[in-house]
């Protein structure tokens, strides 16, 4: 027979193990409670995105002032679509935003499901009054593809950037990896990127997509897909027929 005190002793660790695997269940239910609100919340936020970026882009293409970049709309290897980038959106004195990024093979019109951006800077130095602005940033080039593949990209540094003409009727024969367009307050701004800093969102491609995903995942292999980002594709289909 066990002794009492044994007995006893038994117990109250049996009651302090409970306890303790009670907690460990308690912190594992709310961690992983945290985490699917997280990944929900990026998933919103991404979708918001995609939605805000083909809204972007319907309103740039709807402008007669950007006529340059509808009739150079199909030698465009890839779009970044900004809708909101926002002064001190990034640290103190600086500017950043989130955007997508859509990359089409030439000779077709199937666009690519778009994958998130950063955008920052210590300054855009934005030429018309305004704290935020939509921007749309062509990538011309292959070079401007490649780039975007990696974990970030300088603009100016890495590749070449330029401001794109504005204006009915606007021409212009302009050499550069990437040509930006912006809007502030529905008018145009001129908007300098150089030095400009592109980086890879990879919590919200992960939330958009289901899982670790990379841009060549995305881009190139086109291994995986979300059905949110139809309209948007559509609409940039439409733009290139």
């Known amino acids: 027979m066990i002794a009492p005190a044994r007995r006893a002793a038994m117990n109250y660790l049996l009651r302090k193990s409970n306890i303790i695997l009670l907690g460990i ?4 239910f709310v961690a992983s409670c945290a985490t699917t609100g997280s990944t929900s919340q990026n998933s919103d936020e991404a979708q918001g995105l995609v939605d805000r970026a083909r809204a972007t882009f319907r309103d740039f293409m709807r402008d007669e002032q950007y006529t340059w970049f509808h009739s150079h709309l199909r030698e ?3 779009l970044l679509i900004y809708p ?3 002064k001190g959106g990034f640290f103190i004195g600086g500017s950043g935003g989130t955007g997508v990024l859509v990359v089409r093979k030439p000779g077709t019109l199937d666009w690519s499901q778009p994958a998130f951006y950063t955008i920052g800077s210590a300054t855009f130095g934005l030429q018309i009054g305004g ?3 939509e921007v749309i940033v062509m990538a011309m080039s292959q070079r401007a593809v490649d780039s975007l593949l990696s974990s970030s990209v300088n603009l100016g540094g890495d590749t070449s950037v330029a401001l794109g003409p504005i204006g009915i009727g606007a021409k212009g024969n302009i050499t550069a990896d990437f040509i930006s367009f ?5 008018l145009y701004a001129g908007i300098n ?3 400009s800093v592109l980086e890879v969102r990879d ?3 992960a939330a958009y997509y289901g899982r670790s995903v ?3 995942n995305i881009i190139i292999e086109k291994t995986v897909s979300n059905e949110g980002s139809a309209e948007l594709r559509a609409a940039l289909t439409q733009a290139v027929k």
């Not at 269940?25 to 594992?28: G, H, N, S």
């Not at 912006?182 to 529905?186: F, L």
Request: charged share 20%; no cysteine.
């Open 84 to 86: 909101q980038i926002i």
């Open 203 to 205: 919590s919200l491609n």
């Open 76 to 78: 465009a290897r890839g």
């Open 214 to 216: 990379s841009p060549v």
């Open 25 to 28: 269940t308690v912190l594992i």
């Open 193 to 195: 990127l150089e030095g």
């Open 131 to 133: 704290e935020a602005a």
């Open 182 to 186: 912006a809007k502030s307050k529905g």
